[in-house]
């Protein structure tokens, strides 16, 4: 079941996602934190955030809206009150999850990290709001992504997940530029820009009006977006976007995955991660699988070589 990217070895292939799996600590009852491939922390800023004003989130019929405006306790608490409890599980691979509104606040959160023991890689969010290009974000803009991602490369001492934002019109576009700035890897999909209305009032369902929406809702376009990653850059992606089923798993490592993050379906189900684990061996087994490995990519499409 083990796979490696980016120098990294993992037992599993089955991610918990940012933001849905607190700092990892707070899951210790509920799921081996030592069976999961990894899980990334919730995004950490600078300085602590207290988010935005609720309500905050909603469910849509098939996902999950939410404008949480990315809470956290910052970066310092989470090394000093967090990551000492994670030692606890020496097996356990966490991955911290990188934000920030200019570019100078992502390299001082990773230069704090560098130091720490107990991390594996960082996971750069690019769906933040750049406040020097007048708040459009990172993962929107071709020349900040550039200039953001080879600038947290640069401070970087681990592996350099970039987390791409799908609300851009060419997907394999941004990961290229990801890839040539220096990222060692490619996450996506962070959530689809998206509301509700509440037709009673009249008014919108998010405080913040507008949020991302997750969960089954955006699967097959987080697909489709792995997919076009997987034919523009050669590093390793990291699929995600509405898994629940092991079946949706293997569908994003067919599409070019190395890996897979979980994030809305832990709401629902808070052992979703570690379910995956399991179900994503006993597939691999009933299918011949030796290798979970050899799934990455394994996308057949016998029309396409017949023109060739
Ligand atoms: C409540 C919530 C909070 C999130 N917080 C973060 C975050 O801090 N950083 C980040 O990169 N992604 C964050 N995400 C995005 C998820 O990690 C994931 O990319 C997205 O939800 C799609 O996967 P899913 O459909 O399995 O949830 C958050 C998602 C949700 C639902």
């Not at 369902?205 to 050669?234: C, D, F, H, Q």
Request: proline share 5%; glycine share 10%.
């Amino acid at each position: 079941m083990t796979v490696r990217f980016a120098g990294i070895e993992l037992a599993n292939p089955i991610i918990a996602a940012s933001g849905t799996f607190g700092y990892g600590i707070e899951f210790e009852d509920i799921v081996d934190l030592e069976r999961i491939g990894a899980f990334v922390s919730k995004g950490l800023s600078r300085e602590p955030m207290a988010g935005n004003e609720p309500p905050r989130m909603v469910h849509t019929s098939a996902g999950m809206l939410n404008a949480i405006g990315l809470q956290n306790i910052g970066v310092a608490d989470f090394l000093s009150k967090k990551l000492p409890e994670l030692k606890r599980y020496p097996k356990a691979r966490c991955i911290v999850n990188v934000f920030g509104y200019q570019v100078t606040d992502y390299v001082a959160v990773i230069e704090q990290l560098n130091d720490a023991e107990g991390i594996i890689a960082y996971e750069l969010n690019v769906s933040c709001p750049n406040v020097h290009e007048g708040g459009m974000t990172f993962g929107a803009d071709p020349g900040a992504l550039e200039y953001l991602v080879a600038r947290a490369k640069a401070a970087a001492k681990r592996p350099l997940i970039v987390k791409l934002s799908p609300n851009v019109t060419s997907i394999g576009q941004m990961a290229r530029i990801a890839a040539l700035a220096g990222a060692d890897a490619i996450s996506l999909t962070n959530t689809f820009l998206a509301m509700a209305i509440d037709v009673e009032t009249r008014q919108p369902a998010l405080r913040n009006i507008t949020g991302g929406l997750s969960g089954p809702a955006i699967k097959p376009i987080a697909l489709r977006m792995v997919y076009e990653t997987a034919k523009a850059v050669s590093i390793p992606i990291l699929g995600m976007g509405g898994i629940v089923t092991t079946e949706d798993a293997v569908e994003f490592l067919m599409a070019g995955a190395t890996a897979v993050q979980v994030g809305t379906a832990s709401y629902a189900d808070p052992r979703a991660v570690e379910r995956l684990v399991k179900g994503l061996e006993t597939w691999c087994r009933s299918h011949n699988v030796e290798r979970v490995a050899s799934l990455t990519g394994s996308l057949s499409i016998p029309w396409l070589k017949e023109k060739s």
